[in-house]
């Protein structure tokens, strides 16, 4: 499985981006997807997690309710709706799948894309 992550970029406090994740392979929609983000001199952190089926998400606490992981099967892709954005969410994003269950620890995905970088400044 490849991963291509795009729709990073600049936004305002309190603004919205909806971040993409493409995937080849036609088994992909069979496989736990995760968006992690890493911010500059930190360690890289989980955001939020989709099961295979779609049928359960988790997000960590510090976005629960803000953001949205939504997946469109027929695309190959899944997405991060990321909406009333804080300087603190800055951080290149990055998307994640694994064939096993879900995860919010980096070593239980085994599939990365490149980063997509989020900068939220006013």
């Known amino acids: 499985v490849q991963l291509q992550a795009s729709g990073g970029g600049l936004v305002q406090p309190g603004g919205s981006l909806r971040l993409s994740c493409a995937a080849s392979?036609?088994?992909?929609?069979?496989?736990?997807k995760g968006w992690f983000r890493q911010a500059p001199g930190r360690e890289r952190e989980f955001v939020a997690a989709?099961?295979?089926?779609?049928?359960?998400?988790y997000y960590a606490d510090s976005v629960k309710g803000r953001f949205t992981i939504s997946r469109d099967n027929a695309k190959n892709t899944v997405y991060l709706q990321m909406n009333n954005l804080k300087p603190e969410d800055t951080a290149v994003y990055y998307c994640?799948?694994?064939?096993?269950?879900?995860?919010?620890?980096?070593?239980?995905?085994?599939?990365w894309g490149q980063g997509t970088l989020v900068t939220v400044s006013s």
């Open positions: 392979g036609r088994i992909y929609s069979r496989y736990v």
């Open positions: 989709m099961s295979w089926s779609g049928g359960s998400t």
């Open positions: 994640a799948a694994d064939s096993t269950r879900i995860g919010v620890k980096t070593y239980e995905y085994a599939y």
